[in-house]
């Protein structure tokens, strides 16, 4: 059964820090790109993050350049998210996808940016 299980959202104040976790299982997760995507209320779902399957090419979107870092430790089937310098903007519910010829998505968690 494919299982990818964020964790690690919460209330933070503008300026701080969280990291994302993602738990995947039921494929091979090392031969996948690992994405982060983010929703906010009435915006559509975009990309925030991507990691080749190795974990030697990374992107971002240009909204957290310099603030958001994603790795991965495919002997664990983890992938992180690292946010620092969180802003208000950056309050959405945060999705963990795992993407080669087909995708898969977890549940997500929230991030709330407030003071």
């Known amino acids: 059964q494919v299982q990818l299980v964020e964790s690690g959202g919460g209330l933070v104040q503008p300026g701080g820090s969280l990291r994302l976790s993602c738990a995947a299982s039921?494929?091979?997760?090392?031969?996948?790109?690992m994405n982060w995507y983010r929703q906010a209320p009435g915006k559509e779902r975009e990309l925030v993050a991507g990691i080749s399957s190795a974990g030697g090419s990374a992107s971002y979107a240009d909204s957290v350049k310099g603030r958001f870092t994603i790795s991965r430790d495919n002997a664990k089937n983890l992938v992180y998210l690292q946010m620092n310098s969180l802003k208000p903007e950056d309050t959405a519910i945060y999705y963990c996808n795992a993407a080669r010829n087909i995708e898969f998505w977890g549940q997500g968690t929230q991030v709330t940016v407030s003071s």
């Open positions: 039921g494929f091979t997760v090392s031969i996948y790109a």
